[in-house]
């Protein structure tokens, strides 16, 4: 009794932390200009629910794709995408020459696009000592062989010249964006692994004076005379970027180059399939439903049952606070599997107190029957929770083998509902019974409140 006592408190707190986490104002304020800056906590909403954007993608060469080329580039493009703040996006493989992009929320459509089917094939290419009449170096349009007459900036003389490739992205570890203190000119930074390291730093002091153009895809955006050599393989990469630019080149220089060259297919913005008014709807079935739940459990189960009922209420409030902080995705079918772990949750409680009842009703005192309720109820719940999280991996590992990204924020949101439901069942409902049933001593005049 005095350890449930003491429990009181904790869980209490935790219930209100919940409550107040999964509340539409679970907002902080951070910085000196509080009113404006602020910390929220969102709920993130599937492509079904909120929207966004849909992209196919096919293979752009003629020849017979690699299987595992193909799994590679869609495991680039779901990096990608996440580094654009995209929460679990659908990226799967179609046949042996498409992959399938939905984004969820994605309100830049052209940005998107670009970044996903970008092959970000990096290239530090060597132009030599090229300079216009006037002595100004001119930056050219050039792939890896020779530049095109027609493109602008053509360099007078160059079209029978090969310039040679010193490193590709390969050898790049890491790149960020950052900006000028002086002049705000955003650039993206990059560090490159230790053997691109040493090829750099040998190049650059070879080679000072000349032009080493950075090519992005065939096209040059930077390039910079080496002024002197450039030791532990860091650098930058300068050109006309606003920071949505910048930022998409370091993410697909962080993640890397697409070892397939994609096309765009098809690319079309997706409305939510609900609809503001079905969202409603589908809320307020919910609470109808919970409320259906609660009263059975308080016209059965009378005290214990209100006491079930507060559990199942903090079980509901963490459940949702844990899909904002993690965050979850939330789609029709991952709203499905938190509905149906609460089943799970009930269930619990009915098997505690059905043992419980058994109990009074052979004369035990009320401390006793609680805790013979919850210690031979306790095989039964854990069984039953173990062999559904048990489901929910093989659910997951399936969702995440084959791209079928409802089954998996379907298997999540079981199972993160099941471990709370757990919770609750164990620390929150047998908190409640013994800050309450506990202090009665007897159930002689009690028959009333226990349903007995």
């Not at 890896?144 to 027609?150: C, M, R, V, Y």
């Not at 000072?208 to 532990?232: F, M």
Request: aromatic share 8%; with cysteine.
């Amino acid at each position: 009794m005095e350890r449930y006592q003491r429990w009181i408190f904790p869980v209490l707190l935790l219930f209100a932390l919940g409550a107040w986490l999964a509340s539409p104002w679970s907002q902080i304020p951070i910085g000196a200009d509080a009113e404006t800056r602020r910390f929220g906590i969102d709920v993130h909403q599937g492509l079904d629910l909120q929207g966004g954007l849909q992209v196919l993608l096919e293979a752009d060469t003629d020849e017979d794709i690699d299987p595992d080329k193909l799994q590679t580039a869609k495991q680039i493009i779901e990096s990608r995408v996440n580094g654009l703040g995209v929460a679990e996006p659908l990226v799967q493989t179609q046949g042996d020459r498409r992959i399938l992009v939905e984004l969820p929320g994605v309100a830049n459509v052209d940005d998107a696009v670009a970044l996903v089917q970008q092959t970000a094939l990096l290239e530090f290419v060597n132009l030599g000592r090229q300079s216009a009449p006037d002595g100004t170096i001119i930056a050219t349009d050039i792939n890896k062989q020779t530049p095109s007459a027609e493109e602008e900036g053509y360099l007078p003389g160059l079209s029978d010249q090969v310039f040679a490739t010193i490193l590709t992205g390969e050898a790049i570890e890491n790149a960020s964006v950052g900006s000028d203190q002086f002049t705000n000119d955003i650039f993206v930074a990059f560090q490159m692994n230790d053997e691109g390291a040493a090829t750099f730093e040998d190049y650059t002091r070879n080679n000072i004076g000349s032009v080493l153009a950075i090519v992005l895809d065939g096209k040059t955006v930077s390039a910079p005379v080496i002024q002197s050599a450039i030791p532990g393989g860091t650098g930058t990469i300068t050109g006309q970027f606003d920071l949505e630019e910048a930022n998409n080149l370091a993410v697909a220089l962080r993640y890397g180059s697409l070892p397939v060259p994609l096309k765009v297919v098809n690319s079309r913005s997706v409305g939510a399939t609900l609809g503001q008014d079905a969202v409603d709807s589908s809320i307020l079935a919910g609470l109808i439903g919970f409320a259906a739940v609660a009263l059975f459990m308080i016209f059965y189960y009378r005290l214990p049952g209100g006491v079930a009922v507060l559990a199942l209420t903090m079980y509901a409030t963490l459940s949702f606070a844990l899909f904002k902080l993690i965050p979850v995705t939330l789609t029709l079918p991952g709203i499905a599997g938190f509905i149906l772990s609460l089943g799970v949750a009930v269930d619990g409680n009915i098997l505690i107190f059905e043992r419980m009842k058994e109990e009074l009703r052979d004369g035990r005192r009320m401390v006793n029957a609680l805790r013979l309720g919850f210690d031979r109820a306790w095989p039964s719940i854990r069984d039953s929770n173990v062999s559904t999280l048990i489901t929910c991996a093989i659910l997951f590992y399936f969702g995440n083998s084959f791209g079928a990204s409802i089954v998996k924020g379907f298997a999540i949101t079981l199972a993160i509902g099941v471990a709370v439901g757990l919770f609750s069942t164990l620390v929150a409902t047998r908190t409640f019974l013994y800050n309450t049933l506990g202090r009665m001593e007897s159930t002689d005049d009690k028959q009333g409140l226990l349903g007995l």
